[in-house]
Structures are given as structure tokens and as C-alpha cells.
């Protein structure tokens, strides 16, 4: 594991991390981070509006969805109210597996094992791109049964459309009816033409790894899903909650988010 952590190196998740006000990021991360924040000033505030769009499907998807396991991948570092904890407090028996390929989220996987004494969690170093691995190591999942498939912040660090949406229906056609997908993904549909500009001169320069999608490079990734009211829309406004502190804009959180239902 040591000869692949390379802390020189930048890596979503410990960027991610870094745009949260967290600690477990290196120099590499930051000056990342700070650079995509110069294209894009609102970083900070989309990184903080997208965990909070997990958490409120996630809590959508345990509770009114009824769903008592979840896959998901790209998990990222460890901060408050992980998938887990969000799943356990409505069922206190969900079963959760978390998925990432950066080393520096297993050396703190114990703060994603936390589970509930009738859940269960299981953390596996693999990566996207590797679904069907994926699927055969997700032991303590039953893939009989519905499953909650998470691909928050993920899927728009595959550049070729067509192989990210191959291996979403890769995940999706291995789970069951009744099986539920979260994906939120950036783009720049929400941006003005400055900061668009800004956004596709990072992505040719090399400085930025985030490949946004249009409205309907995304809704490709539910085709055949039913999808949950209100649909793709800017992460801040799926189903927002009144009494949180911070309500980002679309140009502040520029990721399309959405919930759909596998029929």
C-alpha cells in the first residue's frame, strides 16, 4: 500500500477533505484545491452542499424507500454523518459497503466500520472502473434484495461519457428492482460564461480532474429508472431542508443530483 501512497500527488478524495475543513490532506491537495477554487470560487460551499444532498437522499432512500443496504463508491474521507450513520439511525440494521481507491481513506476505515451492533459496514480499496470487482467483493451485500447505490462526487472524474454510463449500468443491472441510485455529478450548466470559461480552460491546462455533464448526459445515467420527485435538478435544490444553516445556489453548487428507482 506504502509504494501507491504518493502524498506529492493530489487526490479527489483528500481535496475533498481539504474543501470540507478537514485535516487528512496533504500540500499536493491543497494547492489542488486552491487552484480549481480560483476557476471556481464556490468550491468550498459545493463540496459542503453536496455531502449535504447525500445525506438527505440517503435518509430518503433508508427511510421512505424502505432500502437496508447500500453500495457506495467514492466514499472519500471520513467527516460527519457518513453513509452509514445517516442509514443506521433510520434502520439500525442497514448494511453498508464503502468503496474507494485512495490508500488514505483505509488507513482511517475504522471511522466507516462504526457500525450499529445490528448493522454491519465493510470498506474495500478498489475503483470505479472496476465494477464487476467491485460487485463479487461487496460480500455482505444480498443482491436479491434492494440495494441503495451511492455515486455522489464521483462519476465526473471519468472524462468519455460512454464509459461512465456503461459502468452505471454495469452496477445497475447486478441489483434488483427496487434498488435505488443517488448520483450527484458537476457541471457547468448553472455557471455564467466566465466562470464556464474558466472551468474548461482548468480541465485543458490539466489543473482540474472534474469532467462536468449537461442536463442530458446526466439524465443518460437513470435511463429505464423512475425517477424521485423533483428529478435532476441543482443539488441544492433536491428536496432542501428549511432549517439548515447554508442553502447553496446552482452557480454555488454547480452538480446536477438525483434519486432513481429501478423498476
Known amino acids: 500500500m506504502s509504494d501507491r501512497f504518493d502524498t506529492g500527488v493530489a487526490h479527489p478524495a483528500r481535496r475533498y477533505n481539504y474543501w470540507l475543513g478537514g485535516k487528512d490532506n496533504f500540500a499536493a491537495d491543497r494547492e489542488s484545491g486552491d487552484l480549481l477554487a480560483k476557476s471556481y470560487p464556490a468550491a468550498r460551499i459545493a463540496a459542503r452542499a453536496n ?37 443506521q439511525r433510520v434502520a439500525p440494521t442497514a448494511r453498508i459497503v464503502y468503496v474507494d481507491n485512495d490508500p488514505m481513506v483505509m488507513a482511517h476505515a475504522r471511522a466507516l466500520l462504526t457500525s450499529t ?35 455522489v462526487a464521483v462519476v465526473h ?80 435544490e433536491w428536496r432542501p431542508d428549511p432549517e439548515a444553516e447554508e442553502h447553496a445556489s446552482p452557480l454555488e453548487a454547480s452538480l446536477f443530483g438525483a434519486v432513481g428507482r429501478k423498476l
Request: a negative charge.
Open 51 to 87: 455531502r449535504a444532498f447525500l445525506q438527505r437522499a440517503v435518509r430518503y432512500v433508508a427511510g421512505e424507500a424502505g432500502i437496508r443496504q447500500f453500495l457506495d463508491i467514492g466514499t472519500g474521507l471520513p467527516t460527519a454523518d457518513n453513509t452509514h450513520e445517516v442509514a
Open 117 to 151: 451492533p445490528d448493522g454491519e459496514t465493510r470498506y474495500l480499496e478498489e475503483d470505479l472502473r472496476n465494477p464487476a470487482k467491485i460487485l463479487a467483493e461487496a460480500e455482505i451485500l444480498d443482491f436479491s434484495k434492494p440495494v441503495g447505490l451511492i455515486l
Open 157 to 236: 472524474f471519468l472524462p468519455a461519457q460512454e464509459e461512465a454510463v456503461s459502468i452505471v449500468q454495469t452496477l445497475l443491472e447486478a441489483l434488483p428492482s427496487g434498488s435505488h441510485l443517488v448520483m450527484s455529478c458537476a457541471t457547468t450548466d448553472f455557471l455564467t460564461p466566465e466562470l464556464k470559461a474558466n472551468w474548461d480552460e482548468s480541465l485543458r491546462t490539466g489543473r482540474s480532474d472534474v469532467h462536468p455533464r449537461t442536463r442530458a448526459e446526466f439524465a443518460e445515467f437513470f435511463t429505464g429508472l423512475e425517477m424521485v420527485s423533483p428529478g435532476a435538478v441543482a443539488i441544492g
